[in-house]
């Protein structure tokens, strides 16, 4: 039944294309989001940084990426922390 329709399991370059095809996907959604909702940036700098994260998915995203981790704030610790105690 299923002999006509060539059941030749896929050869490892097309699945490993495809896997960097999906990641690169993902990195380009991941990144839009992020930066969409980002208010570390102005408009005109959104709209150049989503440009980056797709035309350069994999370098584009992880550039993009260091960026917003600048955004996050630095968790302080407590002037009330007492050592020891």
């Known amino acids: ?3 006509s ?15 960097l095809c999906c990641l690169a996907v993902y990195a380009g959604i991941f990144i839009t989001d992020h930066v969409v909702k ?21 370098l584009g995203a992880d550039l993009i990426f ?7 704030p630095v968790k302080k610790r407590s002037s009330f922390y007492l050592q020891g105690v």
């Open 1 to 3: 039944m299923f002999e």
């Open 5 to 19: 329709l060539g059941t030749e399991t896929m050869s490892s370059p097309i699945i490993l294309i495809t896997i």
């Open 38 to 58: 980002s208010d570390f940036f102005d408009k005109k700098q959104k709209v150049i940084l989503i440009i980056v994260a797709w035309l350069l998915p994999i």
């Open 66 to 72: 260091s960026l917003l981790a600048e955004d996050k």
